[in-house]
């Protein structure tokens, strides 16, 4: 195959590049649609300032890592672009202030590169976040350590939405901390264990908002599988010196032992949702926030009756029902414990399809035998419809039983 026309346009693309960074108009770049199985995920790149001059950053997102590669603009630059276009990554979107360029590979490795003029309007929501008023300052010191933020401290192009989720995370943990008076006694030091932490956007600002801001008596404990983001993690806790009060630990959700008071699990995948619930639900914790992930576990028990068999015969209608079914009896199995649930959206859909939220506040007023019996009822009716066997959640706490 003659590769003379697509490696014009490759030309042609790292050309706009280096145009924008020289001009300084640049704002994103990000490459994805990967080819293979070695090849990183996606790649994102933004422009940062160090004592050796302008560096192009660039995350290497992997499943279950990121790297960080700095280049500097030139024939380094130029060559390392050139060898992702085409042969990696199928797709390449350069934004820059004025203009929006995409170079796109089909099926046959054909390229076409597209350009549009970017208006002002769209620039400002790239870049800006004007007119609200966050709980988390743009130019809080974590969010620079945790490269948010530029040192200048204004939020990067392409942590915008990662910045709104931020707030928009602590605006829901306030308000469930205040609904459930958990820092009503101001002599107990609250233990808030974080299960499943990743990189810690989210651990660090809650650490921030209670501790920095509000002053409250708080421990903070990120649970997280990965060695190396625990690594990561407690070395920015130890500059921002916060080490005293935040903590990360290397280990499995399951092998979690100690004092829980609030439980916290964001997009821990398919059971291991529910081994973070029963653990809350064992060390009685006072209020357990999970916004569940890969719902896969009753999808693979469901094998639904009539009238549910004819309607969730296609592929998407039976996985999108059996991801509500799994929350549903979550939710239900919470308030057989004595929790009071509510179930909502935590983000809007356009950022991620996993957007469902599940808190739960252990309720002063015990379940009657009664209530439990309803709730039993409710769930077995549940699984009798649409053929589930066991919820796994059922199982781990039958274990405690």
């Not at 001059?53 to 960080?68: A, E, M, P, V």
């Not at 592929?315 to 549903?328: F, H, K, S």
């Not at 239900?332 to 509510?342: F, H, N, P, W």
């Not at 399809?353 to 209530?371: F, H």
Request: proline share 2%.
């Amino acid at each position: 195959m003659d590769n003379t026309e697509n490696n014009v346009l490759i030309s042609a693309f790292i050309n706009k590049l280096n145009a924008c960074i020289r001009k300084k108009t640049f704002l994103k770049l990000s490459l994805s649609k990967a080819v293979g199985t070695e090849a990183p995920k996606n790649i994102y790149a933004k422009l940062i300032e160090t004592k050796k001059g302008q560096l192009i950053s660039f995350t290497l997102r992997y499943k279950n890592k990121d790297i960080t590669q700095n280049i500097e603009p030139g024939l380094e630059l130029d060559k390392q672009i050139e060898f992702w276009l085409g042969s990696t990554f199928k797709i390449a979107t350069l934004i820059s202030t004025e203009e929006e360029s995409v170079l796109l590979f089909n099926s046959k490795n054909k390229a076409q590169l597209r350009s549009k003029q970017i208006e002002s309007e769209q620039i400002v929501s790239h870049t800006h976040n004007k007119g609200k008023n966050y709980l988390i300052k743009e130019d809080s010191a974590f969010l620079k350590l945790l490269a948010v933020s530029s040192k200048e401290g204004k939020v990067f192009s392409d942590q915008q939405d990662k910045y709104r989720q931020i707030n928009k995370y602590c605006e829901i943990m306030l308000a469930q901390f205040e609904q459930h008076q958990i820092f009503q006694n101001t002599d107990k030091i609250i233990r808030i264990v974080d299960m499943g932490s990743g990189k810690g956007y989210l651990t660090f600002a809650l650490c921030y908002l209670l501790k920095e801001k509000m002053q409250l008596n708080v421990e903070i404990i990120g649970i997280e599988l990965r060695e190396e983001l625990c690594h990561f993690c407690n070395e920015q806790a130890a500059v921002l010196g916060w080490s005293d009060y935040l903590k990360f630990s290397a280990m499995d959700i399951m092998q979690f032992e100690g004092r829980i008071d609030v439980l916290i699990a964001l997009h821990a995948c398919d059971i291991a949702t529910d081994i973070a619930i029963a653990k809350g639900i064992d060390n009685r914790a006072e209020l357990i926030v999970v916004a569940p992930c890969c719902h896969k576990q009753i999808r693979k028990e469901m094998t639904p009756k009539d009238p549910w068999k004819n309607i969730l015969k296609n592929g998407i209608l039976l996985e999108r029902e059996a991801e509500l079914l799994t929350d549903a009896i979550r939710a239900l199995l919470l308030e057989k414990e004595g929790y009071k649930t509510k179930v909502f959206e935590f983000i809007s859909g356009e950022h991620t399809p996993k957007n469902l939220m599940i808190t739960a506040g252990r309720s002063k007023n015990k379940s009657t035998p009664k209530d439990s019996n309803q709730i039993e009822t409710e769930i077995e009716a549940l699984k009798s419809q649409f053929g589930i066997g066991q919820h796994y959640l059922e199982k781990l706490l039958e274990r405690k039983a």
